[in-house]
């Protein structure tokens, strides 16, 4: 008995040492994520005039957005393929990475070709503050040139985590922020280019990176591409399995997109101070969910990989370990922020008025790990499993949950009811995904 327990315990160590072998490397590419966000804040925080900051903040919200309506790529690719991984099946592999290539293209097109409307859009979310949105378009002008790379970035980076493999994104996501750090910086200041130098920035960073990690999967994993035809650009099974679990991220993208982009045009009837204090404190938001993250692709990579190869022993096991490690990081982020806020408020931005307004509602983000680990963690979960609908119907609850309470206190508590509305929003989706979460996971033992 004895020997079984140690066996056991064994086990257990062992699961949680491969969750933490793929997050960490994910964790610390995504935190080189905030820190370009906190960059480009930086750099433009920092420009003469006021709303350089508000106008990079609406800019990139609304080029990220026409992005994240393609981000299924990532979340299909890193599901299909861990699953293909844990079934031994290399055919497969290769042909996630094809047709993921070839929708993500098609993809680009699009947004290329909707460029007039995202214009439009930028215009009609700066309505309060009318002076953010001709800098605005000049940095959306420049941005979507990358929106190829932007897309095939998607598909590669989750491609890699299928495999098993985030060693290598997080080498090329260093490496491209730091080359789009230091060119923002070069092109905004010593060159005197403003926003548009730090969308250029951006773009170059953005096929960078996409020239490193087409190299490295079709060089060093070139045993996967051994059998590869051009007719797996165009496979059907493959197309249509994408298509199926994309109708429901695309809903749940447009869901979360909204939030964020509401989130900026309810700040703008506030004033320009106020869009730029928002602005600042949803950088702690975006530290949280890039460091979540990490922990969020090592579920994707494993649930897959479990599912695949049908080892529910091990599937149990990691879940465990997983949301233990969640409600370590959680706590502990509050209280980083809590310690260390005002530090990072007076670095990301020298404008006096902007920073005291961003002080009066900082306590609000220290809410935000409580309220949303959950969320991120269970996302992994059935990305793996390749299960979109539970996460759809989680976000739809906690849309409405978002929208009824700021409209109904809105004039109450003004800005107040808009931090309250996104925290709750947090909390609905994490409560929501895990009772789904439960049942998608027992369902899919017990049909075995």
């Not at 020997?3 to 935190?31: F, M, T």
């Not at 506030?270 to 969910?289: C, P, R, S, W």
């Not at 979109?388 to 929208?403: D, G, H, I, K, Y």
Request: proline share 2%.
């Amino acid at each position: 008995m004895k020997q079984k327990e140690s066996i056991s315990s064994h086990w257990r160590e062992r699961i949680g040492w491969v969750i933490l072998a793929l997050a960490l490397p994910n964790i610390i590419s995504n935190i080189s994520v905030p820190l370009l966000s906190l960059a480009d804040t930086a750099i433009a925080g920092r420009m003469p005039q006021v709303e350089a900051l508000g106008a990079v903040a609406l800019a990139s919200m609304v080029a990220n957005f026409s992005y994240w309506l393609w981000g299924f790529l990532r979340m299909t690719t890193t599901g299909f393929t861990a699953q293909a991984y844990g079934r031994g099946d290399r055919r497969a592999i290769s042909r996630q990475l094809c047709v993921g290539v070839s929708i993500s293209i098609v993809g680009a097109l699009v947004i290329i070709l909707m460029r007039p409307l995202f214009y439009e859009f930028s215009r009609f979310l700066s309505e309060g503050a009318e002076e953010l949105s001709p800098e605005a378009i000049a940095y959306l002008r420049i941005a979507y040139l990358g929106a190829p790379a932007a897309l095939l970035l998607y598909v590669l980076n989750g491609w890699f985590v299928g495999i098993q493999n985030t060693v290598v994104p997080m080498i090329t996501t260093i490496l491209s922020n730091i080359l789009n750090i230091a060119l923002s910086f070069a092109l905004a200041w010593k060159w005197g280019m403003g926003v548009e130098g730090i969308a250029w920035g951006t773009v170059v960073a953005q096929y960078f990176a996409v020239i490193i990690l087409a190299v490295v999967a079709l060089v060093r994993y070139k045993i996967y591409f051994e059998e590869w035809h051009w007719r797996d650009f165009f496979s059907l099974g493959e197309f249509f399995s994408y298509v199926h679990i994309a109708k429901y991220l695309l809903l749940r993208t447009l869901m979360l997109g909204s939030i964020s982009l509401y989130f900026i045009h309810a700040g703008s009837h506030y004033g320009t101070v106020a869009v730029g204090a928002n602005a600042l404190l949803m950088q702690f938001f975006t530290i949280f969910a890039y460091f979540m993250d990490g922990f969020a692709y090592a579920g994707e990579a494993l649930s897959g990989r479990y599912i695949g190869a049908m080892d529910w022993g091990r599937l149990r096991q990691m879940l465990r370990k997983l949301f233990s490690i969640g409600w370590i990081m959680a706590p502990m982020m509050s209280l980083i922020f809590f310690l260390f806020s005002e530090d990072l408020l007076y670095l990301l931005s020298d404008k006096a008025e902007v920073i005291v307004l961003a002080q009066q509602y900082r306590l609000w983000v220290l809410v935000i790990p409580l309220a949303s680990f959950g969320a991120f963690l269970w996302d992994g979960i059935f990305v793996g499993a390749t299960t979109s609908r539970p996460m759809t119907q989680a976000v739809f609850a906690a849309w409405l949950a978002f929208f009824a309470l700021y409209w109904s206190l809105r004039s109450l508590l003004g800005l107040d009811a808009l931090w309250l509305a996104f925290v709750v929003y947090l909390l609905v989706r994490s409560l929501l995904s895990a009772f789904w979460g439960r049942r998608l996971i027992h369902r899919i033992i017990e049909s075995d």
